[in-house]
């Protein structure tokens, strides 16, 4: 069974398409004394989920990564989604980055290379962030996409599982997100759009101010469209073009992308 690796995650929105593929043990790694503190996350458990808490600061964040996988006996990841923090990144923090720099000058290099981490496992991979400076700390984003652009992927009739209250049916709102793909992985596919999201800015992000853990918890949540697109583009890299299993989940896909 492959490992697929979640990093600086807490939510099962990115996890569950693997999940639900039946071949893969998911692994998710955050660390508890971290801005999504432990208290706001949603506790959900799953025989094929594991979590790690695993610190990813500092060197040496894989062995400790690869050691606890080995206690968990299992392989090396075969495929690994990174949600980097964007704090020190994102644009939209920009305003914050002066006085950043002052109380430390390594402040955006550091968090460069927790998005970089993936690059320590020979295997193909994802991060996910924000229009952020990463582009020129790192490298281009391969893409941008927005969650709105996945919305076949999600039932006509859905609403979110835990916030309807933030987050509109289908998750049909604008958030640009750029998607930094090494080692052979793929950009989710875009679908057609049966609706666009009024105005131009994220409600959650209007509705959601303050700094508390459950508010970050709740902002950072993976669009699920977008989680399930990552999983269609990149799951058929790990297997033969002839698997029955993934043929038949591919199919249960499709039959909502055209509903």
């Not at 859905?158 to 049909?172: N, Q």
Request: net charge neutral.
């Amino acid at each position: 069974m492959r490992t697929i690796l979640f990093l600086f995650n807490s939510s099962r929105y990115a996890v569950q398409p693997w999940l639900d593929d039946g071949r893969y043990h998911c692994v998710s790694v955050d660390h508890s004394d971290t801005d999504h503190s432990d208290t706001a996350r949603p506790q959900w458990t799953h025989p094929r989920h594991s979590r790690l808490d695993v610190d990813l600061v500092g060197r040496d964040a894989d062995k400790r990564v690869d050691n606890a996988l080995a206690g968990l006996m299992l392989p090396a990841p075969s495929f690994i989604l990174s949600f980097a923090p964007c704090t020190d990144l994102a644009v939209s923090g920009a305003a914050h980055f002066a006085r950043k720099r002052r109380e430390d000058p390594l402040f955006q290099h550091n968090a460069t290379m927790l998005a970089r981490l993936v690059l320590e496992w020979d295997c193909p991979s994802i991060v996910e962030n924000p229009v952020s400076v990463l582009a020129t700390t790192w490298k281009k984003p391969t893409g941008y996409v927005h969650p709105y652009e996945f919305q076949r992927l999600l039932p006509v009739d859905d609403v979110h599982p835990e916030f309807p209250e933030y987050y509109p049916p289908r998750d049909i709102y604008n958030k640009k997100t750029g998607l930094w793909c090494s080692n052979g992985a793929e950009m989710p596919h875009h679908y057609l759009i049966d609706k666009r999201p009024e105005g131009e800015v994220n409600p959650c992000h209007k509705m959601l101010g303050g700094k508390s853990a459950r508010t970050k918890y709740i902002r950072s949540l993976t669009p699920r469209g977008m989680s399930r697109a990552i999983y269609l583009a990149n799951s058929p890299l790990l297997h033969s073009k002839d698997d029955d299993a993934h043929d038949t989940m591919r199919l249960f896909y499709d039959d909502r992308i055209t509903a």
